[in-house]
């Protein structure tokens, strides 16, 4: 299964309880920058294999990934911040998982659109 896993934008605080809860459940975690996820995970106590997975290398990683989903390993697709496979890295394994037939979550985050909103509004 792939899970496409919203993060933080700005406050790691700002993670949700079902990423933490995906974060801590899968095999492995393809992460946009590993030293930046690395950051999250530490902060609360996840010790997952990491692998990277950006623009320069998501071409020849996208296949071993999408190999290892149909193996039954559950993977989770990270950015740096947001939602991944919108402006950051992971279309390409997004779509590859579902030519392929792969079972994928979407984990969603915090929405930095309303919160401008809601701030816009106040001011």
Excluded at 27 to 40: F, G, K, M, N, P
Excluded at 76 to 100: F, H, K, M, N
Aim: aromatic share 4%; hydrophobic share 45%; net charge negative.
């Amino acid at each position: 299964m792939l899970y496409v896993v919203s993060t933080p934008i700005g406050n790691l605080k700002d993670i949700t309880l079902r990423a933490l809860e995906t974060l801590k459940s899968v095999d492995l975690i393809a992460a946009e920058d590993t030293r930046h996820t690395r950051v999250l995970l530490d902060a609360y106590g996840i010790s997952k294999p990491l692998t990277s997975f950006f623009e320069h290398n998501e071409d020849r990683k996208t296949a071993p990934l999408v190999a290892l989903m149909k193996e039954g390993k559950n993977i989770a697709l990270v950015s740096d911040a947001g939602t991944p496979g919108l402006s950051d890295p992971g279309y390409p394994l997004i779509r590859r998982a579902q030519e392929e037939g792969i079972k994928m979550e979407v984990v969603p985050g915090v929405t930095a659109a309303i919160a401008a909103l809601t701030t816009a509004a106040l001011g």
